[in-house]
């Protein structure tokens, strides 16, 4: 398997390789494509590692349960 680490390859190579993972891009037809493309923008451009940019994306994550908590009504 062919390496994906930014120094071994082209700015072309890594558009095709978020292409083809990413799979029928020119299909937008729900909106996402493009917002999903410009998330590896950075790793095209070679500025972050595809793993970079996946662990940014995961932390930015929040979960409802990092709100506070509950705790009554306020009644009683």
């Not at 729900?30 to 950075?42: K, L, N, S, T």
């Not at 595809?50 to 409802?64: D, I, K, M």
């Amino acid at each position: 398997m062919k390496s994906i680490l930014i120094r071994d390859t082209t700015r072309e190579e890594r558009a095709a390789i978020v292409a083809e993972a990413i799979g029928n891009i020119e299909g937008a037809c729900d909106g996402c494509a493009p917002g999903i493309i410009r998330m590896y923008e950075e790793y095209i451009e070679g500025r972050m590692e595809l793993r970079e940019v996946n662990a940014a994306f995961r932390t930015g994550y929040v979960s409802g349960r990092e709100g506070p908590e509950k705790t009554g009504c306020g009644i009683l």
